[in-house]
């Protein structure tokens, strides 16, 4: 065993990737993301206590989410970018231990943990004690399990913090609340059920990051509205923009205006068309594509230059002939891909290479034709309320069927479209995540002109399904949350999904299905809590779970 990374739905074996990861990191990648992870607790350790003296530490804050956004599963693949990060990471580390220190702390120096004063210089060092670090570090496997599920739910909480403090919209609670959670990894004396409060604790911050991100993209580009999204192309060269980042999108829109360069939106970067702040940039022409683990056919055919803001890269094979095409930003990286370095001091990022890029490209060869349909996050579909709730009522709509989430690349992600396609007519689909792309070009039509498949964008505008739901318990006057039609089949991938999941738990959400597998980090003592507590189940057969979920 080289490596050991059981962080996502895809881990080899459904068990965890040993050699190099299904999602093509190295194994020496791995490693130092892990060890990137242990810095960032070695950070925690003091900055949590140097919250308690009231110091709250900018650039320490910051840090712990790019950090922490740099290990997502499909981010960040750079071996070097993951070690100037570990460098980077040690520098700050000293640096808040030396303010604690001047503002006379407690802190027996006799008895620091490892984390805390383990330091080292050379990539090689780095390279030896990335292999002490490691998950399976934690002995215990129903501790482990817990430590890691509050990480990755924590890893999901800092990518979408990210995106809103980019937006200018941070939240202290955030912030303390990651620190905090990473230095309890570390304890040893917390055991299960103070690690299950903690995981719980989680999905309460997952729903405040989300209304967090969920305010800074509504009130920086407006609040998405129903939008009909054209697939087909234009005649000119074009960049295609991936990922979350809105900031990004805005800054490549604005630069790129009056060059005769278009933009394209590829994966979970299509919501960017519902917003009406975009809407205003004719150059901005569509969607290019499918969900992410399509990219290496579609971005051959794209012609031009790719901007990843932030997951799901899939490494170019060796033979492809678009890797020089690929730019990344923010958090994501790829060794070989072009960087385009952050904002400094408050200023724009400039996106000048990648457009002079663009203008010797070819125009994307064109690969399907037509719209699909989405906008329907919360403010669109309270706008329609009295419609739905009318619908409900006479029976036209039956029930609703929350399918967010992600997509991936194991075949049986099939059962989301046969799904789809099997669900009754009087049935709404309400998505948001690259789930969708596995029917959201079905055509499923309409019922009274509400659309079967309701997109209210990325995975983190769960959120605004969450919103919805807590809108029709008022309006229909129910106690419970799950005593509304609305069901659960969701397809989970990576560690966003997770901080979504523990969102919903957290709002009380019950028998939520998770599929297509259930994760590997869960020990079977840690899925028994699930289960029991929460009513969480996988999925079985297409019609099977049809049936459970039309009679409950
Ligand atoms: Fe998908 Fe990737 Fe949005 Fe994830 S593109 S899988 S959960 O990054 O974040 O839904
Ligand atoms: Fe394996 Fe997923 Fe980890 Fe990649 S992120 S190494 S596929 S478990």
């Known amino acids: ?67 922490l956004f740099t290990t997502i599963t499909n981010a960040n693949f750079d071996r070097k970018a993951i070690i100037e990060k570990i460098r980077k990471g040690l520098e700050i580390r000293t640096k808040i231990a030396t303010t604690l220190c001047n503002e006379g702390c407690d802190c027996d120096k006799t008895t620091l943990p490892d984390v805390a004063i383990w330091t080292a210089s050379t990539d ?15 002995e215990n496997e129903d501790i482990r399990s817990l430590r890691e599920l509050l990480i990755y739910g924590m890893k999901g909480m800092a990518a979408y913090a990210e995106h809103a403090y980019n937006l200018g919209f941070e939240d202290a609670a955030v912030n303390a609340f990651l620190q905090r959670g990473l230095v309890s990894t570390l304890n040893n004396n917390l055991g299960a059920d103070e690690l299950v409060a903690l995981v719980l604790e989680c999905g309460q911050y997952g729903v405040q990051v989300m209304a967090l991100l969920d305010k800074a993209n509504t009130t920086s580009y407006g609040n998405p509205e129903i939008t009909k999204v054209n697939l087909g192309v234009g005649t000119n060269p074009g960049i295609l923009i991936s990922g979350h980042d809105l900031k990004d999108m805005e800054e490549l829109l604005e630069q790129t205006q009056g060059t005769g360069v278009d933009v394209y939106t590829h994966s979970e970067m299509l919501p960017a068309h519902y917003y009406p702040k975009f809407k205003q940039y004719s150059h901005f022409v569509g969607n290019y594509g499918s969900s992410w683990w399509h990219q290496r056919e579609d971005f051959q055919s794209f012609n031009g230059p790719v901007l990843f803001t932030t997951n799901c890269i899939v490494p170019p094979l060796a033979s492809a002939t678009y890797t020089d095409r690929i730019y990344t930003t923010g958090a994501a990286g790829l060794t070989g891909a072009k960087h385009i370095p952050a ?85 709404v689909i309400l998505t948001a995540g690259c789930a969708k792309y596995r029917y959201n070009k079905l ?59 523990l969102a919903l738990l957290y709002l009380g959400v019950k028998k939520i299905h998770l599929g297509p597998t259930l994760p590997a980090f869960l020990s079977p003592n840690v899925a028994k809590v699930l289960v029991e507590n929460f009513g969480i189940a996988g999925i079985t057969s297409v019609d099977e779970d049809m049936k459970i979920f039309l009679e409950n």
Request: hydrophobic share 40%.
């Open 343 to 427: 904002r400094e001091n408050g200023g724009k990022k400039d996106f000048s290479a990648i457009i002079a890029h663009a203008k010797q490209t070819a125009v994307p060869t064109e690969i399907e034709t037509g719209e699909i349909i989405g906008g329907f996050a919360h403010n669109q579909v309270l706008a329609l309320a009295d419609k739905v709730v009318e619908a409900v009522k006479s029976g036209a709509i039956r029930k609703f069927f929350v399918m967010a989430g992600c997509d991936g690349r194991m075949k049986d992600r099939n059962y989301y479209t046969e799904f789809a396609e099997k669900l009754p007519k009087d049935t």
């Open 1 to 67: 065993m080289s490596m050991f990374c059981f962080q996502c739905q895809e881990a080899a074996k459904g068990t965890g990737c040993t050699v190099k990861g299904v999602c093509g990191k190295t194994d020496d990648v791995a490693n130092l993301q892990d060890l990137l992870v242990y810095v960032l607790k070695g950070i925690s350790f003091y900055s949590t206590k140097a919250r308690e003296k009231g110091i709250e530490d900018a650039e320490v804050n910051l840090f712990i989410l790019e950090g």
């Open 443 to 501: 055509p499923l039509g309409d019922i009274n002109g509400i659309p079967r498949v309701l997109d209210a964008g990325q995975c983190n505008d769960s959120y605004s399904l969450a919103v919805i739901a807590l809108k029709l318990k008022e309006v229909f006057e129910l106690n419970d949350i799950n005593d509304l039609p609305i069901a659960y089949n969701i397809a989970w991938y990576e560690q966003k999904a997770v901080i979504v999941l």
């Open 124 to 138: 090689e060092e780095f390279e030896i004690k990335a292999l002490t670090v490691g998950v399976l570090t934690t």
